[in-house]
């Protein structure tokens, strides 16, 4: 039971629902406490992180930490990204590391490589083709290892300029992505029946989502947007199988920052916002 | 005078030739004095680094870390490629940090944050669109800043999958993104007349560069894959204006790597092989 999509499908099914909570800390949204209790804006950060992993432990199956937001404090910020991924995975959280990275061969191995020790999953950007995207489903090898989620269709607006292009066969950009997807992630398959290699699919972009379900049975779906980027319950559901099965919907802002404009414990704010949001997707996806 | 493509320029000008040193390090490729000098891997990547930049400066006006072989060793390595891009800053060499991330919003700038004080350019994948690539033209700012290379054409044999798709209008998506990378980057050009976003456009597809080199007048290329991967003095002319300006070569195995199979002092290889290499240049491209 190593392979990288039976772990993240077990775990939804153990919770019950397909939810995973985003982590972008922007140190400008902190709460008073925890800056104030910290040394320096990075140490604020990791306590506040500490929180919001201890807040949704055992609510929601999963978390998508955007490395970004570590990145931009150099080395000390990985170091703490490191750790955090590391408390997250003895808390029984799933861990997504969402560092969107593309690159070719030997590159793409090192950045395999780094994620390996601290991540379940990646997110993976598939312009450069299949080769800045084998070496991270390689490292997951026979033994299990990383799971890998190809961009197809990202949830930002200016994602169409480019993915929505239509190709002369009458595909989509985004479309033609989720065949080499679906192709390459056909020799990696868990005993659940997907595959090692998913997709990112925006919750905005849900008339997109049924045909690249279509295209893509076998991939789980990343579908980040929900919540304070618009996306909704209606707007997901066609990025799950008929079963109920095959995505994980992402929320990141309304459920980190859910004590904004709140005057009680900002960590009570954030688990109550965990626990809607998880029953939220419980009932409206109806895994049985 | 520091707007980046003017800085990056100004460089090329200086020393009389467009070339730029890729800086990958690879462990089992080190030279034996290099490893067995150090403590510990990283460390021996580190002299190993600060030889070939001592190597190539004064003599090769652009270097180029591959992040990836740093990020394989987690926050340390990070640390290291650090101090390697301020030495080789210190050094004269302008320095372009290939990180090739992409995303949106918030952590796009995060990305940018995170390269502002080591690097003079990055690279940017374009995937995410608009999105993606604004913010890191933003964090060059009125009084110069970053420059950023958006992936166009890569030169690995998979980047044809994606890139050489034929959209409904006759361009291919390569000449869509080019499109995009040209509108971008119209509204930050410095005083050489060239814009603080350029282009990659891989030395191995030299049949699209020229129609590249047409939609994108005023964007810098960016031209890896010279050398060990096979693009040759003919291959690279077209990404080059008429003026013989605008483009730069970057050559990496075949520099750092020069000492394989040769018994004399490392170093020396290195250094001779970069001379090489930017003679070769100058007298290819012919900058008068």
């Known amino acids: 039971m190593n392979h990288p999509s039976d772990r993240l499908l077990d775990a939804v099914e153990q919770l019950g ?70 408390r997250a995975s003895e808390a029984g959280v799933q861990v997504i590391l969402d560092f969107k990275r593309g690159d070719i061969g030997i590159s793409a191995s090192h950045y395999a490589a780094s994620a390996l020790d601290r991540a379940d999953w990646v997110t993976v950007n598939p312009y450069l083709g299949v ?57 990696s ?35 980040p947007g929900f919540g304070a980027q618009g996306g909704g319950l209606d707007d997901v559901l066609a990025c799950f199988n008929a079963d109920g099965r095959g995505a994980i919907v992402t929320a990141s802002r309304s459920v980190i920052y859910a004590y904004e404009g709140d005057t009680g414990d900002w960590r009570s704010a954030v688990e109550s916002a965990a626990v809607e949001f998880a029953d939220l997707l419980a009932r409206g996806v109806g895994t049985s």
């Open 17 to 86: 629902t397909p939810s995973c909570v985003g982590i972008d800390p922007v140190l400008d949204r902190l709460p008073e406490a925890c800056i104030q209790a910290a040394a320096d804006p990075l140490a604020g950060i990791g306590l506040y992180c500490e929180g919001v992993i201890d807040a949704i432990a055992g609510r929601v199956p999963i978390c998508k930490f955007q490395s970004a937001c570590f990145e931009r404090y150099g080395s000390e910020g990985v170091r703490l990204l490191d750790r955090l991924c590391h």
């Open 131 to 187: 080769d800045g995207i084998t070496p991270f489903i390689d490292a997951s090898g026979p033994g299990g290892g990383l799971g890998a989620f190809a961009l197809v269709r990202t949830s930002n607006p200016g994602g169409d300029e480019i993915q929505s292009l239509r190709v002369e066969d009458g595909r989509t950009v985004a479309e033609a992505v989720a065949d080499l997807v679906a192709r390459m992630g056909a020799d």
């Open 189 to 223: 398959i868990g005993v659940h029946g997907y595959s090692a290699l998913g997709a990112v699919v925006g919750a905005t972009k849900s008339a997109d989502a049924a045909r690249l379900r279509e295209r893509m049975p076998q991939q789980i779906f990343l579908v």
